[in-house]
T-cell receptor, first 112, second 116 residues
Framework: GESVGLHLPTLSVQEGDNSIINCAYS??????FIWYKQESGKGPQFIID?????DKRQGQRVTVLLNKTVKHLSLQIAATQPGDSAVYFC???????????FGKGTKLTVNP | NAGVMQNPRHLVRRRGQEARLRCSPM?????VYWYRQLPEEGLKFMVY????????ESGMPKERFSAEFPKEGPSILRIQQVVRGDSAAYFC??????????????FGEGSRLTVL
């Protein structure tokens, strides 16, 4: 089965709040992780990535945290906006492989 | 500066027919990946190709499915004798040769196959 999964299938937040989307992985050999955003009817869009030698990386309004001890990955979105409504997938590159393994996704809904 | 181009965007086939999905990678990209996505699910890896070579087809069904990425022209995912269970969105992604090991893939908008 998939080694990358998500704790919550849906998340609903108020506009302006911070969002936290979680992801668990089971393959300790994975050395690269990516978060993708997928809007309805569109292809996945890269948000942010992180390598296994890091535990935190920040982008514009987004932060990814990696906890290798418990094999946990999270995506934090600051000041969530309606345009952030989408399905968010975490994906891992399992060391030595050039393919990404995707989780099932979390649907984020931002309420005005 | 076109991104990954997939066509057709929507395809309807009857059971037993053939489906051909095309993917033109981003300019300068020589690595192509095909993924399948069922409704409300994540993307499942199917096959990874470089020009004229299949590198990893571990996610592709052994029967009815084939993929190619010729020296000239787009990558083709071919599904023969389609069945209703083949109905899904098929996404193509590409990566540049220099950054293939970063794992970042650039996705197209997908081809949505419906089998009647």
């Amino acid at each position: 089965g998939e080694s990358v999964g998500l704790h919550l299938p849906t998340l609903s937040v108020q506009e302006g709040d911070n969002s936290i989307i979680n992801c668990a992985y089971s393959n300790s050999a994975s050395d690269y992780f990516i978060w993708y955003k997928q809007e309805s009817g569109k292809g996945p869009q890269f948000i942010i990535d992180i390598r296994s030698n890091m535990d935190k990386r920040q982008g514009q309004r987004v932060t990814v945290l990696l906890n290798k001890t418990v094999k946990h990955l999270s995506l934090q979105i600051a000041a969530t906006q309606p345009g952030d409504s989408a399905v968010y997938f975490c994906a891992e590159n399992q060391g030595g492989s050039e393919k990404l393994v995707f989780g099932k996704g979390t649907k984020l809904t931002v309420n005005p | 500066n076109a991104g990954v181009m997939q066509n057709p965007r929507h395809l309807v086939r009857r059971r037993g027919q053939e489906a051909r999905l095309r993917c033109s990678p981003m300019k300068g990209h020589s690595h192509v990946y095909w993924y399948r996505q069922l409704p409300e699910e994540g993307l499942k890896f199917m096959v990874y190709l470089q020009k004229e070579n299949i590198i990893d087809e571990s996610g592709m069904p052994k029967e009815r499915f084939s993929a190619e990425f010729p020296k000239e022209g787009p990558s083709i995912l071919r599904i023969q004798q389609v069945v209703r269970g083949d109905s899904a969105a098929y996404f193509c992604a590409s990566s540049p040769e220099a950054d293939a090991n970063t794992g970042e893939l650039f996705f197209g908008e997908g081809s949505r196959l419906t089998v009647l």
